[in-house]
């Protein structure tokens, strides 16, 4: 990419603000220890994308402790993590299930990935949970997404 498209981006940064880069765009770490570094994630309604980037911090293999990041309603969550159990690997999620509104691939340690939520699909004020659909991890795994 040449020179002019990196003077756009960094303009396009500046006139944005900080609000965007810091509540449309966010990272969250999972570790060996079956634990997310947050348990809730805020974003502003304003946000028409938001994108969420996973960053395994540990070094254990995806296969043994893999993560992901799955957003659904906290009412389909408990029910979609069992449904993940049953679906396998590699993501451990019932494909096409209308039920997730946004997921990761799942990644091992020292590996990141990234998710964008279209916000359009979301109610301000709706209640939502985050989870990990590795086998048993959404019982620790699990945090509030609240849109504000
Ligand atoms: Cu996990």
């Known amino acids: 990419m040449g020179r002019s498209f990196f003077v756009v981006a960094v303009v396009g940064l500046l006139l944005t603000g900080r609000a965007w880069s810091q509540e449309c765009s966010q ?19 304003s946000c028409k994308e938001f994108t969420l980037t996973l960053k395994h911090v540990g070094m254990l293999a995806a296969n043994v402790m ?26 451990y999620l019932p494909a ?30 709706g209640d939502y949970t985050f989870f990990c659909s590795f086998p048993g991890h959404f019982v620790l795994m699990n945090g509030k997404f609240v849109i504000e």
């Open 96 to 125: 096409g299930d209308a039920k997730v509104i946004a997921s990761t691939n799942v990644i091992g340690g020292g590996q990141m990935t990234s998710v964008k939520v279209d916000m359009s699909k979301l109610m301000a004020g």
């Open 27 to 45: 990272t969250i770490e999972a570790n060996d220890q079956i634990q997310y570094n947050k348990k809730e994630i805020k974003v502003a309604k």
């Open 66 to 91: 893999g993560h992901n990041w799955v957003l659904a309603k906290t009412s389909d969550y408990q029910a979609l993590a069992q449904a993940g159990q049953g679906a396998g690997p590699p993501n």
